[in-house]
């Protein structure tokens, strides 16, 4: 195996190792999202776009030349002669199985580097999305927990509406009977004053009854007086 394509295979064996860590079960995604937020990765990203377009492309050229050896030597097999050199075919099919492999290491390399970088994309799309969830779990507990307490606002205010009708009502109610017996008070009042007047009026007929008596009582006395006062000069 010539350098590049034991280059090629060992890389291949390090991304199937990569792969295998990445999809441990007991690392979450979250905690992958932090390695990857590490200082040395962001200091790797503004190279890590040029090197995997750089890796795809050598990939590519190297899957090429795989495929074309790969053809290369499946059609020089009818044209063999066994008979006059026996060794070949034996090389013609070394090569052909060299060339194969590969062919294989070549494309499952590329396809794996593919996959890899799938999986890290994927990696941080599902931390992110945890993250976006427990942000909005908490928001809706944040809401539910205010909607629970206004809601207890809501049956307080209600029990005091309740209870001030009440207390209204009672108030209104003393209130009434306040009401109705002023009212009694002021009917006794005012058949008191009835009575009152009536009784004013009476003592004033009887008080002109009088005067009218007195009066006369007074003109008859005032009659007898001149009578008595004539008399008393006649007899002198």
Known sequence: MTVQWMAVAFFLYA???????????????QRWCLIFSWRVWSWLSSYWNKFFFAMVMALIVLFIDAFREVQKYS?????????????LYDHVHMKLFRAQRNFY???????????????????NQVAATLED?????????KALETAKKQQGENQE???????????????????????EKMESQLRVAEEAVRKSQAEVKAMTSQFKGLAQEYDRLLREHNQLENLYRSEDKKDQ
């Open 15 to 29: 991304e199937v190792a990569i792969i295998l860590i990445l999809c441990i079960p007991f690392i979450s995604a």
């Open 75 to 87: 059609n020089l097999e009818p044209m063999l002669d066994t008979k006059a050199n026996p060794n």
């Open 157 to 179: 205010l209600k029990k005091a509406l309740l209870e001030g009708e009440k207390s209204t009502s009672s108030a209104k109610q003393q209130l009434r009977l306040e009401i």
């Open 105 to 123: 290491i070549c494309g499952f390399s590329l396809f794996l580097w593919l996959i890899m970088r799938r999986v890290v994309t994927l990696l």
């Open 133 to 141: 969830t427990t942000g909005l779990q908490a928001q809706a507990d």
